[in-house]
């Protein structure tokens, strides 16, 4: 099959191919509620009140996410031994808020696999990454299913499961010159005029965190977020919260290669820290292009990191911030709704949150770190130095016994200082 020639009718196409392979069986999807809300993404001015932070909340539309979670740590790969004479296999693939059933005869391969998918979801073979599937690295495409060390399925699904990641060619990043309307960017922050503000942590907000109303909202989000777990929590490990749009990638500019989007040593920054902090990606993105973004731009395979997880906006919701000379309403990114799914591995003693947007971490200021916005110029892809001088800050403060007790808006002059 040639991925590289475009099709009129994809799924057809595909179908043609499947006729002269092992066949499926009663393949279905089971669509599910699309995990982002559709929530006010601008700062809208309220009025002016005292010089004092106060916060209120405001209810976003429930939805949550698939459990498509699998374990990838030691690889898995081998020849293809005779498959088990056993009954047919069935897969449940998680993809873009969907799980997708597959009834398959065990003498499939894995490229037989992932031609079934790309019948269902128009993701082309060679663009799917499955994760999950067996520990460690997916083996070639040749190896049977049937000789697999397939995981048990989980709760009551009917077969084992796993994270399939991958974008439909109607859903790629087009040249912005080739169309007639553009997207609406589902970040915040369309200008670097947007008002903004570091919260300061103190009496102030821990009032906040401790009132009624937010500890009702955290309670929602936390029952509603369901975290797929991409790979396991390290002992041990200290968390790294990581923005994504204006942070570590420009997601307004354009490239044929989104890789050259990102900021300059990104990569250099989480494979130095990943050794001592597991590493999330929190964007305020819908699900969709989110996963687009961290599959195009290497984050969910490269080989010296690896990614515990992936939140986007759906597990935000909105406050109003009241400060000296107005209040701003805007969403917020509740750290506890991950510590309350991790109690015993992560707290606010051992989380650091990296944002280019203070407001997003207003409940929990003390672990915010606040970074430059990441705008791509010919002059800023030669001078920018942020990760640098972040990547020496988080592994001076791996050694910190309570990361919230540091002040961190002085933290470019203790990273300068560090050898």
Known sequence: MNHSESHTDPAHSVAEQLDHLPSAREPHARSLPDIAPSLDDTLVPVGESEPELVMDVDVAPDDSEDDGDGDTSDPGQGSSPKPKPESDLVLVATWNAKKITLCLPRTATIEHLKLHLEQETLVPAHRQKLVGLVKGRLPADHIVLGTLDLPPPKGT???????????????????????????????DLDDGTVDDF????????????????????????????????????????HLLVLDLDYTIFDCKAFSQNQMDLLRPGTHEFLSAVYQHYDIVIWSQTHWAALEAKVTDMGLISHPSYQLSFVLNKS???????????????????????????FPDRWSHRNTVHVDDLGRNFALNPGNGIKVSQWRLTDESKQQDREMGLLTKYLVHLRAVPDVSAVDHMKWRSIAKRLP
């Open 157 to 187: 699904l009917p077969g084992p499961s796993f994270l399939m990641m991958g974008t439909a060619d109607a859903n790629l990043f087009k040249d912005p010159s080739k169309l007639s309307t553009l997207p609406h960017v589902l970040n």
């Open 198 to 237: 570091e919260p300061t942590a103190g009496s102030a907000a821990l009032a906040i965190r401790k009132s009624a109303k937010i500890q009702q909202k955290l309670m929602l989000y936390v029952e509603k977020t369901t975290i797929s777990v991409i790979n396991p929590p390290r002992p041990g490990k």
């Open 315 to 341: 597990s935000m919701f909105t406050i109003v911030s009241k400060l000296k000379d107005r209040s701003l309403q805007h969403q917020v990114k509740a750290l506890e709704i991950i510590w309350r799914k």
